[in-house]
């Protein structure tokens, strides 16, 4: 027979009909939670731990390498069309940012804005108005780091 199946009853009190409502007395044994008990939660949470964090590690880098895409394309595309607005390709990011095309320079995927590494445009005509072949006509990045693509951040 189960030990917690079987309950010492005690009187308590009169209830409204004049009967006595009895109470479960505690044991010792009833009051919380076996140390198995406990090892066996701490244990499926930490296997969960484990599922969970490769993952969400993934997901972070996925994320920093979708921004840095974006901001490659935003750049590139910016330096294109300063050059057909302006007839001339600009000779940096920061002309970049003073001409009213960027607020500000986005950073790189190293968490700075200088190791943006530029490509020098020099006997390149991006446009059939442009008069100056000199300045930048795109942009790189440039960490060594390896993506999630097997190419360096510096080659994209």
Known sequence: M???ATAVLIPVGRTKLGMYSMQRKSTPRDRGFTLIEMM???GIILILLGIALPIYSHSMA??????L??????LNRLIFQYTQ???????????LRTAGYLKAIPEDITG???????ESGDDVIMS??????????????GS???????????EW
């Open 2 to 4: 189960n030990s917690r």
């Open 40 to 42: 066996a939660v701490i």
């Open 62 to 67: 996925r994320a920093r390498e979708d921004n």
């Open 69 to 74: 895409r974006q901001n490659l394309e935003t």
């Open 85 to 95: 607005d302006k007839q001339k390709a600009p000779q940096s990011l920061d002309e």
């Open 112 to 118: 700075s804005v200088d190791t943006w590494e530029t």
């Open 128 to 141: 059939l108005d442009q008069t100056d072949t000199g300045g930048i006509i795109g942009v790189h990045s």
């Open 144 to 154: 060594n780091q390896v993506g999630s693509n097997g190419k360096t951040y510096s």
